[in-house]
């Protein structure tokens, strides 16, 4: 196998070889230049078979747009797909087909309006909507996926694991068990998602994050092999960080040995001026373990330094964790407040890989096309109702009602005039018959959800730092009953389509020859 080209692999050729399959048959129908519209969503939340989520974290936004400008035909790219044979011998994609690659296949004409990175966003709304020359936004559609679907999930998984830590700070420990260079992609949804910090250092340095880790094993099994023990670990790594000394005690007996070798430990350093940071646990019943670990460090006159737990966590493992705590930790006279206060969370492999449910079913479709000036809407047909997409150029808004909680998110057809709408006439976007009416007045606001953040291949959208994403995120969570944020069975956000979409969907159906959804 040839060395890995990363120039080549995350480039322009990061698309499915269909995308150009079919970029070729548009240029063949003189279709290429055709604007058309395509709409990215995801149809269903993740679901990580005991417990599911009701929400998404939007992520992945930013670093799509990075790519975009910079992604391009060189030289040896399009000697690649020229050298593509078929069956017959010939060749697959024609010289004049790569010719207009060469010249015109680029990003340049391609728009974009979006639901900001960092919101919350739900299940069949158009998160992402793509405007441009049909056969390049055809080629958009994988890297978009790639950027995209991967980004939420996992800021989707990091949001439900710090809302399991209760405000602690939780640690990414995942780059050693991600799925290669799209680790880092991983370590940046899951700070975007709401995690404090990573030990990814590079990654880290991009978005401008402190990295953090402690030690691991392996200097305490080096230590032990050489004869010097635990305990003399311990010191040498408290020497060279005696203001940052989290140690691992779990290399030998956590009880017996890792714990009171600790306590010896931070005993020389509190006489030497400096205040211990912690103990870490990383296997073993972690719950029992922190009120153990508590009990004794609070004896020996160390009743706030921290507790680091790792080791197979998830949103789920953390919620079990204080509820054990909440219900043991009387029974030996530690106070459960005070050491769910004094806790970390360090998540690996279960967070980076989203443990439970390994992808996001984000797809990209077309919904119009320009006609003699004039947009015609496209539909996809399916026997399958949750695979019929709205189409048409459309806008979405976020409902609030008189308590500023987020009630529904509404698609509709471009150019509803908010300020006169009155009822809000709401229907459910796969279920037929569903249908509710929602007063202005029973609203506080209505607020437009896409916004302009590409135009002609170019960023327009203001680059967001960490913290303004890990802020709309919390606003927003903030704004959602908590029904909605529940680990496990969360109630059902509502997504509706308003009565100008519903039945231009309709009307598609019946047109096409497909069976119209019933209505009331």
């Known amino acids: 196998m040839r060395h890995a080209d990363l120039s080549t692999s995350q480039g322009i050729l990061l698309t499915d070889f269909y995308q150009f399959t079919m970029a070729q048959l548009y240029f063949r129908m003189g279709l290429h230049e055709r604007p058309a519209q395509f709409d990215h969503f995801f149809r269903s939340y993740p679901d990580y078979g005991t417990h599911q ?38 060749p697959l994609f024609a010289a004049d087909f790569i010719d207009w690659l060469r010249t015109e296949g ?19 709304v158009p998160l992402t909507v793509v405007e441009g020359p049909l056969a390049m936004a055809q080629i958009l559609e994988t890297p978009l996926l790639n950027f995209l679907n991967y980004q939420t999930l996992i800021a989707t998984k990091a949001a439900r694991v710090t809302a399991a830590a209760r405000g602690r700070p939780v640690m990414d420990f995942g780059l050693r068990r991600g799925p290669g260079f799209g680790s880092n992609a991983g370590t940046r949804a899951a700070l975007v998602g709401g995690v404090d910090f990573s030990s990814n250092v590079g990654m880290s340095q991009v978005v401008g994050s402190t990295p953090k880790g402690t030690h691991g094993h392996s200097m305490v099994q080096m230590f032990l092999a050489l004869g010097e023990g635990e305990l003399a670990a311990f010191r040498a790594y408290a020497d060279l960080y005696p203001d940052d000394c989290v140690l691992l005690v779990d290399s030998v007996d956590t009880l017996e040995s890792g714990i009171p070798n ?51 966590l998830d949103e789920l493992a953390i919620w079990q964790i204080m509820t054990q705590i909440e219900d043991e930790a009387p029974r030996y006279g530690i106070d459960a407040d005070h050491l769910i206060g004094r806790l970390m969370f360090g998540v690996g492999g279960r967070l980076l890989t989203s443990y439970g449910d390994p992808l996001l079913d984000g797809v990209y479709k077309a919904v119009a096309v320009q006609h003699e000036g004039e947009w015609v809407p496209a539909m996809k047909r399916s026997e399958n109702a949750a695979k019929v997409p709205a189409p048409g150029v459309k806008d979405v808004w976020r409902l609030y009602d008189q308590r500023g909680r987020a009630t529904a998110d509404v698609i509709g057809v471009s150019g509803v005039d908010t300020e006169t709408t009155d009822p809000w006439q709401l229907h459910h976007p796969i279920q037929p018959g569903k249908r509710r009416e929602l007063a202005a007045s029973e609203l506080s606001h209505v607020e437009p959800l896409l916004t302009e953040v590409l135009r002609h291949g170019q960023r327009v959208a203001e680059q967001a730092t960490l913290a303004d994403l890990q802020h709309r995120r919390q606003e927003d969570l903030t704004r959602l009953d908590p029904g909605v944020r529940r680990l496990i069975n969360p109630h059902i956000y509502h997504v509706s389509l308003t009565r100008q979409l519903r039945d231009l969907k309709q009307d598609l159906l019946t047109s096409t020859g497909g069976t119209p959804q019933p209505t009331l």
């Open 53 to 90: 989520a009701g929400l998404c974290i939007n992520a992945g936004l930013d670093s799509l747009l990075d790519w975009i400008p910079e992604a391009h035909f060189r030289e040896k790219d399009l000697e690649f797909l020229a050298a593509q044979r078929g069956r017959a011998g010939t």
């Open 106 to 124: 680029g990003f340049d004409g391609i728009s974009m309006r979006a639901i900001p990175e960092g919101r919350v966003v739900h299940a069949n």
């Open 262 to 312: 600790a306590i010896k430990v931070f005993e020389e350093l509190q006489r030497r001026g400096h205040e211990p940071a912690g103990v870490r646990l990383d296997s073993g019943d972690l719950a029992y373990l922190s009120i153990q670990a508590a009990s004794m460090l609070k004896r020996a006159g160390f009743p706030d330094t921290a507790i680091v737990l790792s080791s197979g």
